[in-house]
Every structure is written in structure tokens, then in C-alpha cells.
């Protein structure tokens, strides 16, 4: 007789121990002073956004369009290799020679040396000459010197193929703050359309990266 009353007493105590559990929660939820010194939700003010899926959320990235296949540095920018990007060069000339000084002379060996490292360059040679004479004069003294300084650089193992040839009357190829007449040759300086001056990234990875962006 004494299991069944052993029983019923254990049945009793769970239930007012339930009975307890249920008023406790109760008194949580219906009492708003207990969240009264909880701080508010704060706000998201950050852009974790990566626009141009180079791995550097919006928020950090110091460049907005980076190269599919660039190497990336922490501020979200293409590593540069540091190649000098010349864009062109005064060769002064005395009035009416086509000869080249000594000191002229060393700066166009200069540009020699300079094609040869970089050969997807190609080099315009621009003859120019001051207004005095007449046009049909100034045109071949403008050729004379080009001929001068395009012979220094085939001697210096320049190819010929990457050297263009103008004169002052074609302006196409003149920088816009070097207009005007001058004894002088001007070298400008010609980059492929595909040319990359950053460190260029290879992995497994790379092409389907590519790819990702391109869809976008």
C-alpha cells in the first residue's frame, strides 16, 4: 500500500513544481520593467556589400572597379608593377641641324634602352622646326632629323617596325602642351590598347572569377 501513496506524493510535487516554473515565466513576460535597461537594436552602417567581387567589402575598398584578373591589396586596389609610363620626350635640335648634340645624343640612347625593356611599346617620331623658311624647306629639315634619330635607335637594336614616323604638319599624335613650332623632335610614346600596368593574378580560380564578374 505504501508504493501507491509514494506515487501519488511524487506526482504531487512535480505538478507544483511545474505550477512554479509557469507562474516564473509568466511574471517575465508580463513585466516590461525587466527589459527597461536593454539597449536598442543598433542599426547596420556598414556596407559588407563587395560591388566588384574583388574580396574587399565595400566599406574598406579604396577602389570601386578593379581588373578581373588584377592581384588585390588589402584597400581593394590592383597592385601596380611600377613600370614608368613614359609618354613622350623633347630631342632639341640647334636651328636648321639635323645633328644631334652630345648630350641629345645620350638621351635618345636613353630611349633606346628604355624600348628595348618595354618592347610592346611602339615610339612615334615627330619632326618639328621653327616658323622660319618656308613649309616645303621645314619639311624636309623635320625629316632630316628624324632620320637622324631613328638611325640612333635601329643602331641601338631598336626594331624598326615599332618606330612611326610624322612631322609637324600631322598633329594627331602631338600632346596638346607641346603645340606650337620649336627645333626640336618630339618622341611620343605608344601603349598597346590591352596593356597592363598592374600585377596580373593566376590561379585555378582565376578564369571562373572572371567569368562571375562578367555576368553581373
Known sequence: MKYPTLTSL????RLSMLTLCLISLSGCVTDPELYSNQEPLQEQTRDLND???????????????TPNDA??????????????????REIDFAFDESSLSDFEYKRVVEIAVFLNKYPETELYLIGDTSIEGSDAYNEKLAKRRIATVHALLIKNKVSP????????????????KLKGRHTRLIAVLKWPGDYKDYEVEWNIFTESNKKTKNIK
Open 10 to 13: 511524487f506526482n504531487s510535487m
Open 71 to 88: 592581384v588585390i591589396s588589402n584597400d581593394g586596389c590592383e597592385k601596380l608593377t611600377g613600370r614608368p609610363k613614359v609618354k613622350f
Open 161 to 176: 617596325k615599332r618606330l612611326m614616323e610624322e612631322s609637324f604638319s600631322v598633329t594627331k599624335h602631338i600632346p596638346e
Open 51 to 65: 560591388i566588384d567581387l574583388d574580396g574587399v567589402i565595400n566599406e574598406r575598398d579604396l577602389c570601386a572597379e
